[in-house]
């Protein structure tokens, strides 16, 4: 390896670029003092980087680039490169000849400041490697491949120590063994750092028993939590589905009520002008009369429409009264069957209570004979150790502590049970006021609007009437009869509707309980249902269909990524996390397809592959679409016959056999007895509801036919109302209207107002109960945790008197014991269950008193009425 040629190009007093040729062997390099021979030195030791500019007789870097001369023209830049003769590859480059180049350029944006490049073979490099690849050359700009003035003698006259560090340079000994001792220092920073490592681990092993057992605790809480989430759940879903049931029907009854409404404005103007032509007619025919009738012919007139005034105010009374005696009557017998079917639940009860009580004596004399037993067992102990009386003494106390407050329990619990009863009572009433008050309102407002309307028109003429008013009767009696269906249908729909929606809300709930889904998945598959989220397609248990036989096999290598929910994108995801958190219900994991990654099995799987059963995933049926969604879900799991067969293959890739057994890539195995999850493949059962459905179906067509007889009804009374107007007597109608329609304005307002109250007093009530309901399950919990406390104690005891025992009195108290226990658990349903039955007994009876004085009243209704009839009839 030698130095070859050296190019400059504006470095110090090289203004232009210059290239010194160096041939094997000796070159000199002669001129005059000032012509730059010291200059080449310098762009020597400027390409091998010494620590100081001072050792190339600079300021500073930026004072090597060319000043321009005379000129002033100066150079922003300077450059050189070292180009070596590398046959030998001494240098460690892969060329014959290497070139090291070094450039310094003025910065732009810094004033004063520059810019320093490397460069091997015109490609960019760094400081580092040029001294990594001059050190395995042996050359430094340090060192003494260039020997300058005064070198020599000082050489000469340094001691043999200092002159053995200068060979030990060259020969690039110095720089072994300053790597040897930087190796050294690293080895003790790395020894000091696993000593502190290993305490660490020791601590964190800790860590980890503790952490497990905190969580075999934390997993049994979230279990048992999860239960109750479900279960508490089911009602307010329940709920929840009945309400948004009711809002759709409430806005399709709505929009209906507009249409109609528009139908009857359009028919209101039409008739408005068809009224102010017949007044106008009316008001000619009267004038007519009077000048050729005169006064008597007048008198006649007012009489005779007063005549007609109290005919039709009595016909229509009968007929208003016969309508209310219809309705008393089918009230009456609703009440009666009402009353005959609770009087079947009382007697029914009372026999189920005569058995209770029967066995309930039988229970307490085998207790007795038990404790009395015990009581001897006990004496024998007592003599035995005196440690154990001690003991027993503290069960006794326990044991009545535990009744008392297993007591302060089942009262709670019946005070519950009667709360939940009293909400769900006062919740039906509520809807069934609401309803009527609703009807109410809209026969209040229409009499007043007719009332309105009555009071614009003028006296019309009248002449016989009675053909007319038969006609009119009949069809207003057929239009309160139909309208009275119209409002039964309305009833038996909303009812149906509810029942539809209750039983499809207890079907999914079900369903959902049965699959093992969480609370959070199952608010996103109700979302899906009910249209509120866009997008979900489902879960993954929903959307593969797997083969019995492999049933097992898929179900442990899905795990709990069958309840991952697939949607459409990272939208609908995002849209789906943000609803349980404003909701609070839990978390979810989402598969967005569109961002879901391609997966490939390994190498090694695509091998075992051709020995086994296959790919866990190419023994799902689903839909192609949800391919990379599934690789997700299962990866490249293989699934095998037997765990003989699996321990062949472990170790790199994922196993699980035909009857569950899993080893992972890593080579953990799980398995044992199987768990049986209740989480499947497949799509959800159909709910059998269709008895409900069919029903609603007819009831919605038959109301359908009603309502269109009705609207035909109500044209044939508008034109029997015209013809009435347009012949004549309308003074005499409109005043018979006037007094009937205020009389039902006043009735419905009054329904009204009552019905306001009724609302109110109900609502405050249910409000009471739900505020009962809540502290008494806030007092259950702490009870029932403090009962929990006083058992384990009580248990701790008992095991402490058996350890003390002898063993042949501690058998024999064992056995007692647990027949005692036996019995008194038994005792305890059934009184529990004697507790619950005289609630439902005094339910029944408050029940079967109301529908007494309901019977009372509907029969004094009916006698009034009954007398109503006859006056108006006399009066006729």
Request: proline letters at 1%; one cysteine or more.
């Amino acid at each position: 390896m030698f130095l070859k040629e050296i190019q400059m190009e504006n470095f110090k007093s090289f203004g232009r670029k210059i290239s010194v040729p160096f041939l094997q062997g000796y070159t000199s390099i002669t001129g005059p003092n000032g012509s730059g021979k010291s200059n080449i030195a310098d762009a020597i030791l400027f390409v091998l980087g010494p620590k100081s500019a001072k050792a190339i007789r600079a300021g500073k870097l930026t004072d090597l680039i060319w000043n321009g001369g005379k000129d002033k023209k100066a150079a922003d830049s300077c450059q050189v490169s070292l180009i070596f003769d590398n046959s030998d590859r001494q240098i460690p480059v892969e060329a014959d000849e290497v070139k090291l180049t070094r450039y310094v350029g003025l910065s732009p944006s810094v004033e004063g400041g520059y810019n320093s490049y490397f460069y091997i073979n015109d490609r960019k490099s760094s400081l580092s490697e040029f001294d990594s690849l001059l050190a395995h050359a042996r050359i430094s700009a340090e060192g003494y491949n260039l020997v300058q003035q005064g070198d020599i003698q000082r050489i000469v006259s340094m001691s043999s120590i200092e002159r053995r560090r200068i060979l030990d340079n060259i020969a690039g000994i110095t720089k072994f063994d300053d790597d040897i001792n930087q190796a050294e220092g690293k080895r003790k920073e790395t020894e000091e750092n696993l000593d502190r490592i290993r305490i660490i681990l020791d601590e964190i092993d800790k860590q980890i028993k503790q952490l497990e057992s905190d969580r075999d605790g934390a997993l049994k809480y979230r279990d048992l939590n999860e239960r109750l989430t479900t279960a508490k759940a089911q009602l307010a879903y329940k709920n929840r589905e009945l309400i948004e049931r009711q809002i759709v029907g409430t806005r399709e009854q709505t929009a209906k009520h507009e249409a109609d409404k528009g139908k009857l404005e359009a028919q209101k103007e039409e008739l408005r002008g068809r009224l102010d032509a017949a007044v106008a007619r009316l008001s000619e025919l009267e004038q007519e009369m009077a000048d050729r009738g005169g006064e008597e012919a007048r008198q006649l007139k007012e009489k005779l429409d007063g005549l007609r005034i109290e005919r039709a105010r009595a016909t229509d009374g009968i007929e208003t009264s016969k309508e209310t005696l219809k309705q008393l009557r089918t009230e009456h017998a609703d009440a009666t069957k009402e009353k005959g079917k609770v009087q079947k639940e009382t007697d029914a009860l009372a026999r189920e209570r005569d058995n209770v009580d029967k066995r309930v004596g039988e229970l307490d004399g085998q207790i007795k004979a038990a404790d009395k037993d015990l009581h001897e067992v006990d004496e024998l102990a007592s003599k035995s150790d005196a440690k154990v009386l001690n003991i027993q003494k503290q069960i006794i106390a326990l044991n009545n502590e535990i009744d008392q407050v297993e007591e302060k329990v089942k009262s709670l619990v019946l005070e519950g049970d009667r709360t939940k009863e009293a909400m769900t009572r006062l919740e039906s009433e509520i809807g069934r006021l609401e309803e009527s008050r609703k009807q109410y309102q809209v026969e209040h407002e229409d009499a007043d609007w007719q009332l309105k309307e009555l009071k614009t028109s003028t006296k019309e003429s009248g002449k016989s009437l009675e053909k007319l008013q038969e006609d009119f009767h009949a069809r207003r009696a057929e239009e309160t009869r139909l309208g009275k269906e119209q409002a039964e249908l309305q009833t038996a729909i909303l009812s149906l509707t509810r029942q539809y929606a209750q039983l499809k809300a207890e079907a999914d709930v079900a369903e959902n309980m049965k699959r093992g889904y969480t609370s959070a998945v199952s608010a996103i598959l109700e979302c899906r249902e009910t249209g509120s989220i866009k997008g979900v397609h489902g879960t993954v248990a929903q959307l593969a269909h797997v083969e019995t036989q492999y049933e097992t096999a898929i179900v442990t290598a899905a795990g709990a990524r069958m309840q991952a929910i697939i949607v459409d994108d990272d939208t609908v995801a995002a849209q789906c996390i943000d609803y349980l958190k404003k909701r609070k219900v839990g978390r979810a994991t989402f598969l967005p397809l569109n961002k879901m990654l391609v997966g490939k099995p390994r190498g090694k799987a695509i091998l075992v592959a051709k020995e086994c059963l296959g790919f866990a995933i190419d023994l799902c049926h689903f839909d192609e679409k949800y391919r990379d969604a599934f690789f997700y879900v299962f990866g490249d799991t293989l699934v095998v016959q037997t765990l003989d067969e699996a321990r062949k293959w472990m170790g790199g890739v994922r196993l699980v056999t035909i009857e569950g057994e899993l080893i992972e890539a890593s080579g953990a195995m799980v398995g044992g007895e199987i768990e049986r999850s209740t989480l499947k493949f497949g799509p959800s059962s159909a709910s059998e509801m269709e008895k409900i459905a069919e029903k609603l179906r007819e009831a919605q067509a038959h109301g359908e036919t009603v309502a269109n007889r009705l609207d035909e009804l109500r044209k044939e009374i508008l034109g029997l109302e015209e013809t009435i107007k347009d012949t004549g007597g309308r003074t005499g109608a409109v005043e018979v209207k006037t007094s009937t329609l205020e009389a039902k304005r006043k009735e419905f307002a009054a329904k009204v107002a009552s019905a306001d109250k009724d609302l109110a007093e109900r609502k405050a009530g249910f409000e009471d109960a739900r505020k009962t309901a809540t502290r008494i399950e806030e007092d259950l919990a702490k009870f029932t945790t403090e009962v929990e406390g006083l058992k384990a104690k009580r248990d701790e005891r008992k095991k402490a008197v058996m350890e003390a025992t002898p063993q042949q009195i501690s058998s024999r108290m064992k056995e007692l014991m647990n027949r005692r226990a036996t019995f008194a658990e038994e005792l305890s349903g059934l009184r529990s269950k004697l507790e619950a039955m005289a609630t439902q007994t005094t339910f029944l009876d408050e029940r079967r008193t109301e529908l007494d004085a309901r019977i009372g009243s509907l029969e004094d209704q009916r006698k009034e009425h009954d007398k109503r009839i006859e006056t108006f009839e006399a009066s006729l």
